[in-house]
T-cell receptor, first 114, second 116 residues
Framework: DAGVTQSPTHLIKTRGQQVTLRCSPKSGHDTVSWYQQALGQGPQFIFQYYEEEERQRGNFPDRFSGHQFPNYSSELNVNALLLGDSALYLC?????????????FGEGSRLTVL | AQSVAQPEDQVNVAEGNPLTVKCTYSVSGNPYLFWYVQYPNRGLQFLLKYITGDNLVKGSYGFEAEFNKSQTSFHLKKPSALVSDSALYFCAVRDVRGGATNKLIFGTGTLLAVQP
């Protein structure tokens, strides 16, 4: 049973560039959430996708956008990168019908912006 | 507003001794509480959750947590610490606001260091 997989694991970008991060949810899961974890902080909710639509967005600017595909996989796009976007980006999957279920996290994509 | 607080940035304990990692919460309505662990350069791994029922919740790797409604706390415990338990621990509460399901609000984390 494959867990949540994310790619790439590490990447380095410069200010102003754009980045795309990818996530495949755990088998059987239909909902994907993205979190940003800055150094020394807890994960912060970016947004959640279900049925290819954004269900809720956290306190992040429009530079952060996402997409969910029919196979439930998801992408996180960040435009006009800032130094402060350097963080570990975590993808988490869950089942919408499991209202009290836990999130399953991937290993994360570590983004460094120079 | 839904929130959790982890008052200790770091907890140090000797191997074989009991450990406690503290968490307090603030929610409107019934709390759904979680503990996750993060090893260096890794994602988060689920340890345990409290939804309802028994105030003592047992989880993975010998960890347990005690839910205390009057003190609004959900402390993580283990009777005998192992060096391999050294990691970053996050308490989280489910946020029921908005359209997302299973959206979690995390604390700032507590680094557990177990000395041999």
């Amino acid at each position: 049973d494959a867990g949540v997989t994310q790619s790439p694991t590490h990447l380095i970008k410069t200010r102003g560039q754009q980045v795309t991060l990818r996530c495949s949810p755990k088998s059987g899961h239909d909902t994907v959430s993205w979190y940003q974890q800055a150094l020394g902080q807890g994960p912060q909710f970016i947004f959640q996708y279900y049925e290819e639509e954004e269900r809720q967005r956290g306190n992040f600017p429009d530079r952060f956008s996402g997409h969910q595909f029919p196979n439930y996989s998801s992408e996180l796009n960040v435009n006009a990168l800032l130094l402060g976007d350097s963080a570990l980006y975590l993808c988490a999957s869950s089942l919408v019908g499991a209202a009290t279920g836990e999130l399953f996290f991937g290993e994360g994509s570590r983004l460094t912006v120079l | 507003a839904q929130s959790v607080a982890q008052p200790e940035d770091q907890v140090n304990v000797a191997e074989g001794n009991p450990l406690t990692v503290k968490c307090t919460y603030s929610v409107s309505g019934n709390p759904y509480l979680f503990w996750y662990v993060q090893y260096p350069n890794r994602g988060l791994q689920f340890l345990l959750k409290y939804i309802t029922g028994d105030n003592l919740v047992k989880g993975s790797y010998g960890f347990e947590a005690e839910f205390n409604k009057s003190q609004t706390s959900f402390h993580l415990k283990k009777p005998s610490a192992l060096v391999s338990d050294s990691a970053l621990y996050f308490c989280a509460v489910r946020d029921v606001r908005g359209g997302a399901t299973n959206k979690l609000i995390f604390g700032t984390g507590t680094l557990l260091a177990v000395q041999p």
